[in-house]
T-cell receptor, first 115, second 115 residues
Framework: AQSVAQPEDQVNVAEGNPLTVKCTYS??????LFWYVQYPNRGLQFLLK??????LVKGSYGFEAEFNKSQTSFHLKKPSALVSDSALYFC?????????????FGKGTRLSVIA | EPEVTQTPSHQVTQMGQEVILRCVPI?????FYWYRQILGQKVEFLVS????????KSEIFDDQFSVERPDGSNFTLKIRSTKLEDSAMYFC?????????????FGSGTRLTVV
């Protein structure tokens, strides 16, 4: 069965500093990996995805994530954090070889960027 | 940019009552999903729907839940007899491709409060 772990409930970073939000996954084959962001009282917004190809993928709002197969990780990164990046971030995985199984989400990591 | 629309944004209901949560997926999408998020907890899959039938459902999606696509645009989630523990944020999502290759587009959610 596929699963996602986000080991940190909360990440605090100063504005202007680099940020990392961690994600590790477990699937039987090659994964489809996604990051979503949720702002207060809003739905989940797609940030970026890894399907195949370059391990470093770039997404919306200056975010990027690196797929590391040996470490089964897909950490979300940004070189310089903004206060407006403060939100709840979800990593999600899907095993494309498992028929119609849906996206499975991690429990989320709350990012707080302090001015 | 196309959006998934959910109504109402907030619903308060008494325990034991039936509720219907409504969603209008993106018009050219073929795959539809319901997820829920209990406050402060992970986003959990409920059900997926394709070609007018359920393609996958979780153990949460018991006999109290049902989904329907009554016309060409709406996709509804019905909870027959609500319980206190059904209080959550319910998200509808849709995708155009099989296997969620392009990820899912989520609505802003309906906050259901059962009292």
């Amino acid at each position: 069965a596929q699963s996602v772990a986000q080991p940190e409930d909360q990440v605090n970073v100063a504005e202007g500093n680099p940020l990392t939000v961690k994600c590790t996954y477990s699937v039987s084959g090659n994964p489809y990996l996604f990051w979503y962001v949720q702002y207060p009282n809003r739905g989940l917004q797609f940030l970026l995805k890894y399907i195949t190809g370059d391990n470093l993928v770039k997404g919306s709002y200056g975010f990027e994530a690196e797929f590391n197969k040996s470490q089964t990780s897909f950490h979300l990164k940004k070189p310089s954090a903004l206060v407006s990046d403060s939100a709840l971030y979800f990593c999600a995985v899907r095993d494309p070889n498992s028929g119609n199984t849906p996206l499975v989400f991690g429990k989320g990591t709350r990012l707080s960027v302090i001015a | 940019e196309p959006e998934v629309t959910q109504t109402p944004s907030h619903q308060v209901t008494q325990m034991g009552q039936e509720v219907i949560l409504r969603c209008v997926p993106i018009s050219n999408h073929l795959y539809f999903y319901w997820y829920r998020q209990i406050l402060g907890q992970k986003v959990e899959f409920l059900v997926s729907f394709y070609n007018n039938e359920i393609s996958e459902k979780s153990e949460i999606f018991d006999d109290q839940f049902s989904v329907e696509r009554p016309d060409g645009s709406n996709f509804t989630l019905k909870i027959r007899s609500t319980k206190l523990e059904d209080s959550a944020m319910y998200f509808c999502a849709s995708s155009e491709a099989a296997r969620g290759l392009n990820g899912y587009t989520f609505g802003s959610g309906t906050r259901l409060t059962v009292v």
